[in-house]
């Protein structure tokens, strides 16, 4: 069952349900020197888990977080994807982006109402959350090993969706990744 706190006068039925995938093993950042799993890795004094789950919070978006530990980014999203089976759509956010803006899940969540695949684009680099319609089910549900959902991108046609939010692209994958995460946390001022 999804979850769901919508900020006053938004309202959650007809809307994209946010699937957080959290089930990779963090093996890069690992290799770089990390001592803990990335998504408990601490950003600005928060796990950048819960840094990217506030902003999912913040979106007013139903949501769910797949953690169930599964083999790849395309069992994973299946997963998640049969457990909000009747959801309105998706939107399939790494739990490794820990500056991505609410407002931008809310963006690309009403873009979805008229294409069956939405891509957030900063500054010509494609990222996530990606939206998908719930035309894709079917092929979503069928996804399995590492590939994701590139597939299913590539077999609709999607619009790419020009946002002011470089957390889209900006995953953790590394400890040098995390820094460059710190400096921009502080820079922009933004504390949990």
Known sequence: MPNTVPPLGLHTENMP???????GRGARFAASGGTVHKLK????????????????????LPWLLEQ????GMGDTIAAGIRAT??????????????????ET???VAAALVHHAVVVPVYRGQRGHPVGFAPSCREQLLGLQGDQG?????????????????AG????????????RAEIALALSGTLL
């Open 149 to 165: 959902a590139a597939g299913v991108v590539r077999a609709h046609p999607a619009i790419e969706l020009v946002v002011n939010d």
């Open 68 to 71: 169930s530990g599964l083999p």
């Open 41 to 60: 890795a601490r950003l600005g004094g928060v796990s950048v888990l819960d840094r990217t789950l506030a902003a999912v919070r913040g979106s007013g």
């Open 105 to 107: 899940l809310r963006f």
């Open 17 to 23: 349900t946010v699937i957080v995938l959290a089930s």
């Open 168 to 179: 889209v692209s900006f995953d953790i994958d590394t400890l040098k990744d995390l820094e």
């Open 85 to 102: 089976r009747d959801a309105h759509g998706w939107l399939v956010l790494p739990g490794d982006l820990p500056l991505v803006q609410a």
